[in-house]
């Protein structure tokens, strides 16, 4: 059995959220992760307040665990959607893309316990000033929007700057990322590459079935050029946007506009030519299908395995 300060804050078995993906991580999802023993995700993405709210209450017919809600704080409706939360009393809220503390006094005052994503030792401490409950420490090995600094060489940074409890993400698929994460200082994982091969995950199974066949060497990194780096598995649309990236003669606005709505295609219509089908580094690792409790159980198991045998090449 894992205990961490994590599991204490959130009143969990496990220490370990799903990612808050977006067009992918819905009520449904983040139940069946929240009644596996973890943390459930909802991704408010740039949906509006009655798209939250709908899946809030799918969630809560489905698990009377804690869950929690993604917002993106580059959202048109970030702000409405922030209000809603409060209102809802969502246990758990995570947040990306931007800096929650503007709204951070207010989720407070509702209850809920916030736990932003960061990329940086700068941003750590920010939202820590601010009152966060935890931090998401994620580095570029993972799927989707990136930062720069690997999962290794972030995560006992921050550890070592803030007094708050650390989660790592990215480039986390097994027990043994796992064990590695916590001995360099975390108190919890957030997955989201795995999770999407759940069985209770909704995606194409275009999507899935990419992700099961990709290889070490199969993903690739498109934005740099735009300033919000996205790591996606390779695919026509992801090898043309690369490309396209180092043409003059393209501007951002255009490049902006290649990529938008390029998810939902993949998740939804599992559209193989202009579907961007996100990914983290470890897709290559994924090899079946399980439910989100086998999941979860799995990588605890392993990892425990890993943790009492850590010291079996001291002398």
Known sequence: MITTRITELLGVQYPILQGGMAW???GKLAAAVSNGGGVGIISAMNADVDYVREQIAICRSLTDK???????????FAAEVAEVLAEEQV????TGAGSPNAYIPRWLEAGSIVIPVIASVA??????????????AEGGEAGGHIGEISTMALVPQVCDAVDIPVIAAGGIADGRQAAAAFLLGAEGLQLGTRFLVATECDIHQTYKDKVLKAKD???ITTGKRLGHPVRALKSPFSRRLFQLEYDSTVTNEELEELGSGSLRRAAVDGDEQEGAFMAGQVAGMITKEQSAAEIIQE????????????TKCLR
């Open 24 to 26: 992918i991580a819905d």
């Open 66 to 76: 804690p869950f929690g809600v993604n917002v993106m704080l580059m959202s048109p």
């Open 91 to 94: 246990p758990i809220i995570t």
């Open 123 to 136: 941003m750590a401490k920010k939202v820590a000033r601010a009152g966060a409950s935890a931090i998401i």
């Open 217 to 219: 060497i199969d993903t």
């Open 299 to 310: 990588m605890f198991a392993e990892m425990e395995t890993c943790l009492r045998g850590a």
